[in-house]
Structures are given as C-alpha cells and as structure tokens.
C-alpha cells in the first residue's frame, strides 16, 4: 500500500502557491511545512499524516545522502509497512539487489514520535521509502 508520495518542484513558492489553492477545491491542505527545507505536506484536515509532498528540487534531502529531490527522477515513493522489522528487511533486501542507501531505518521524530522509515534509491535512480507509523512491540 502507498503511504505518500514526493515530488521535486523547481519553485518551491510559486509551487506552494499553486498546491495550495489547487488542492484546497478537493478539500485538502498543507498539513505539515518545514520552510527551512522547503518542504510541504498535503492532505485532509485531520487526516493523521500527509499523503503528498513537494519540495524544492535542487534543496538537499535532509533524510539520507543529501540528495537533491531532483537529482535523477524528482519523484519519492513511499510504501507502507507492517512493522518496524519489515523497514528493515526492505532496505537490507533492496541495497543486497544493488539499490544505494539514502537513508538507514530509524526514528524520524521530527515528522512524529512512531515514524520509522528507512530510504534507498534503485538502479534506476527512484527515490524509495518504506515506512511503519506504529510503536515499537515486542
């Protein structure tokens, strides 16, 4: 299942200026922005998280390597996962299969206190995520 999705914009306002007026006749808004990094998060009011993101293309990204969301496709995937253990297995499978690591799984607090997510790109260049939005277990 897709949990979000990122895109690179090569102007971040004049971007923000059109997802936001554009998103709102759907009934959606931003509903997380980190301005320093010139990134926002769209979805419904009082959904718990984003399901679409733009940042600035050319803006490092402050999760892995510090990639540009438009080096190579300015597209990010991000797929759900069942648990934390299953993060796991995804990046340890994918960089095994020749995928480069952008991101080694762990906490990512800043977008909440359960997101574990763990980032790596394909051969093809494909910014992929997998994260699990749910504590810890035993």
Known sequence: MMDHVSIGVSDYAAARR???TV???LGLKALMAFPD???AGYGAPG???PFFWIGDAHQPDTQGQ???LGSGPGLHLCF???S???VDSFYDTALRMGADDNGAPGLRPHYHANYYGAFVVDPDGWRLEAVCHSPETD
């Open 18 to 20: 059109f997802y936001d």
């Open 23 to 25: 998103l709102a006749a």
């Open 37 to 39: 990094q010139k990134v």
């Open 47 to 49: 959904a718990p998280a």
């Open 66 to 68: 510090g990639r540009p």
């Open 80 to 82: 759900r996962a069942p």
């Open 84 to 86: 934390r253990a299953a």
